[in-house]
């Protein structure tokens, strides 16, 4: 498994009851904790609530960007995803992150303090070079868009 540095800043009292490291030694992401003031937090049925994750992080490497995922546990079984589907931290961001979860659900949910909300995960990025045209190179799917290619 290919390792980079991360320093982390620790912002909520519960990284001391928690570690954060990878759950098995092939985890592609580390699990994001709620970090709450309050035992509990009730997230309604079609509700988003932001959830401080506690941490700050640097990523030492500037072509390496951070990704917040649902856990997929959490998802399936309970309805709560990340709200905008996968969230973004940008290589030179050091606030604290947040994780949006969106209850899909019909059911108010709750999130306890300190449980595993999200996974992070991080990936290279790459900055495109924009290069104003007048044409765009011709292929055989052209400007298609969704469901152009069919079903099956």
């Known amino acids: 498994m290919n390792t980079i540095p991360v320093n982390v800043k620790f912002l909520h009292d519960v990284w001391k009851e928690h570690e954060l490291a990878y759950a098995t030694e092939f985890s592609a992401g580390v699990d994001l904790r709620a970090c709450i003031d309050t035992q509990e937090l009730e997230i309604g049925p079609g509700q988003k609530a ?40 940008d290589p030179d961001y050091r606030g604290e992150i947040k994780v949006s979860l ?20 991080l990936m290279p990025v790459f900055q495109g070079l924009i290069q104003p045209v007048e044409d765009l190179g011709s292929t055989d799917r052209g400007s298609g868009g969704f469901g152009s290619t069919g079903k099956i």
């Open 102 to 121: 969106l209850n899909t659900s019909g059911e108010v949910r709750r999130i306890k303090r300190g449980q595993r909300i999200a996974q992070m995960v």
């Open 50 to 89: 932001a959830i401080p994750a506690g941490i700050a992080i640097e990523i030492l490497e500037p072509s390496v960007a951070a990704y917040v995922f649902s856990r997929s546990g959490l998802g399936t079984k309970e309805g709560l995803t990340v709200s905008q589907g996968v969230g973004v931290i």
